[in-house]
């Protein structure tokens, strides 16, 4: 597709289950981030991924949240024994380069954690 | 990274400009300013960026100070499709990731 893809579009999971979100980037996007965005608030950074270069994780909430890239394709966000305040909308964006300067957004996955 | 400040909420009509301020008093000189939207239900997507000199495209204009501590999105005709929030954002040259703020709620009325 022309765009970021990401999927499911809608989760909701029981507290305590472990959730995979997963997110297509833009072929030849070499950058990949992921990003969370809480009801009615601005957008805060997870992680950020570049070619073969170890990922930025520094916005990771806590160890319960990872990521993986393969190359520079698809990436996968894991959370593992969900609570109540991971309910978010989460994002996945990329962009042509780690300089580049557009990012490119997917639609999210929006997340209810019960 | 530097902070930026926003209004939390504006209107417009249609069919008006409509100038949206942002203030950021700590810029340095390394960093650009970038601004991003985001329609209801929808991810972010980029609107302009510009580091000293005013920037034109066909979705807006960006205005800076000359001090760079303030600029100003400006959509010359707004529409009903424009109301969306509005992100201000300082990006470091060299810098990966993008920090945003809350942003402006710009509301639209026919």
């Known amino acids: 597709g022309a765009g970021v893809s990401q999927s499911p579009s809608n989760k909701v999971t029981e507290k305590g289950k472990d959730v995979e979100l997963r997110c297509d980037p833009i072929?030849?996007?070499?950058?990949l981030y992921w990003y969370r965005q809480r009801l009615g608030q601005g957008l805060e950074f997870l992680i950020y991924?570049?070619?073969?270069?170890?990922?930025?994780k520094s916005g990771l909430p806590s160890d319960r949240f990872s990521a993986e890239r393969t190359g520079e394709s698809v990436s996968t966000l894991t959370i593992q024994r969900t609570q109540q305040e991971d309910s978010a909308v989460y994002l996945c964006a990329s962009s042509l380069s780690a300089t580049n300067e557009k990012l490119f957004f997917g639609s999210g996955t929006q997340l209810s954690v019960l | 990274d530097a902070k930026t400040t926003q209004p939390n909420s504006m209107e417009s009509n249609e069919e008006e400009p409509v100038h949206l301020p942002c203030n950021h008093s700590?810029?340095?000189?390394?960093?650009?300013i970038h601004w991003y939207r985001q329609l209801p239900s929808q991810g972010p997507e980029y609107v302009i960026h510009?580091?000293?000199s005013n920037v034109n495209n066909r979705m807006a204009s960006l205005a800076i100070a000359e001090d760079r501590k303030s600029s100003t999105l400006i959509l010359h005709r707004a529409t009903l499709r424009d109301a969306a929030v509005y992100y201000c954002i300082l990006r470091r040259r060299g810098s990966e990731k993008l920090v945003f703020g809350k942003g402006t709620k710009l509301t639209v009325n026919p």
């Open positions: 991924f570049q070619g073969n270069s170890a990922p930025d």
């Open positions: 700590t810029i340095s000189g390394t960093d650009y």
């Open positions: 510009g580091l000293t």
């Open positions: 072929s030849g996007h070499t950058a």
